[in-house]
């Protein structure tokens, strides 16, 4: 019951900056929607989409690369009191 759960979803570079930030954010919210589904409090989650932002590996515009359409969960103890 102390922890918070942040999912942050990405794309690549395909597409426009806007798009895929609408795409980002559209994947972070079926994943926790999908969580919630599945008993864990709303109050838990952060989803939040990124869009193109923190590419790991590094490519230029337009650049279809899957390992950059990926989805990070974390789990962080929140304080108590």
């Known amino acids: 019951d102390h922890t918070q759960i942040l999912i942050g979803a990405y794309t690549d570079t395909t597409g426009t ?27 838990r989650l ?8 923190d590419l790991k590996i590094k490519t230029g515009d337009q650049v279809n690369e899957p ?8 789990i962080v103890a929140r304080a108590i009191g």
Request: glycine share 12%; aromatic share 4%.
């Open 17 to 43: 900056a806007q798009k895929n930030e609408e795409v980002s954010r559209k994947r972070a919210y079926t994943i926790g929607g999908q969580l919630v589904k599945d008993g864990v409090p709303l109050a």
């Open 46 to 53: 952060q989803a939040h989409g990124y869009g193109e932002d």
């Open 67 to 74: 390992r950059n359409r990926r989805i990070e969960i974390r």
